[in-house]
């Protein structure tokens, strides 16, 4: 079983950054595509970012296409959220989440949450305006 820890969140100004992280622990997930997603409140969880195993795939929301960036280290077994140019509408509990069935996103429905078969607990974002 794989544990993710999700870190990197807080209260921040519009228009600025943030970097995210989410750390695996019980295995290496080095051959799982990951994921990142967001949930704010009252809303469904929608998805964030994906990433295919060795890192040089990636695919994003149109929603934070060309603010936030998502990479992985795997000999860190740690996958990134850069997040950039941060809105108020960006506030959430981001998670991460993996797939152990397939090792690219485009193997499947990335965007579907039902995809993912291990998630982290998530960390808060606040944008304020």
């Known amino acids: 079983q794989v544990q993710l820890v999700a870190s990197g969140g807080g209260l921040v100004q519009a228009g600025t950054s943030l970097r995210l992280s989410c750390a695996a622990s019980?295995?290496?997930?080095?051959?799982?595509?990951m994921a990142w997603f967001r949930q704010a409140p009252g809303k469904e969880r929608d998805f964030v970012a994906a990433i295919n195993w060795i890192g040089d795939s990636t695919y994003y929301a149109d929603s934070v296409k060309g603010r936030f960036t998502i990479s992985r280290d795997n000999a860190k077994n740690t996958v990134y959220l850069q997040m950039n140019s941060l809105k108020p509408e960006d506030t959430a509990v981001y998670s991460c989440?993996?797939?152990?069935?397939?090792?690219?996103?485009?193997?499947?429905?990335?965007?579907?949450?039902?995809?993912?078969?291990?998630w982290g607990q998530g960390t808060q974002v606040t944008v304020s305006s």
């Open positions: 019980g295995r290496t997930f080095s051959g799982d595509a």
């Open positions: 989440a993996g797939n152990t069935r397939y090792s690219r996103p485009s193997s499947y429905r990335y965007s579907d949450r039902r995809e993912y078969n291990y």
